[in-house]
C-alpha cells in the first residue's frame, strides 16, 4: 500500500492543490456574499 501511496504521489499532490484552490474558491464566495448582505453600497 505504501508503495502504490508514492507512486501515485503526482495525483495526490494535484488532488491536494485542487482542494487548496476550491477552499480558496469558497472562502472568496464566502466574502462577497458578506459584503453583498452588510455592504451592500460598496457594490455596484
Known amino acids: ?8 504521489s503526482g495525483d495526490q499532490n494535484i488532488s491536494i492543490m485542487s ?3 476550491i477552499f480558496i474558491l469558497v472562502i ?3 466574502r ?4 453583498l448582505t452588510f455592504f451592500p453600497y ?3
Do not use: P, S, T
Open 28 to 30: 472568496l464566495i464566502w
Open 32 to 35: 462577497a456574499e458578506f459584503k
Open 1 to 8: 500500500m505504501h508503495g502504490d501511496q508514492f507512486e501515485g
Open 42 to 44: 460598496e457594490i455596484k
Open 19 to 21: 482542494q487548496f484552490l
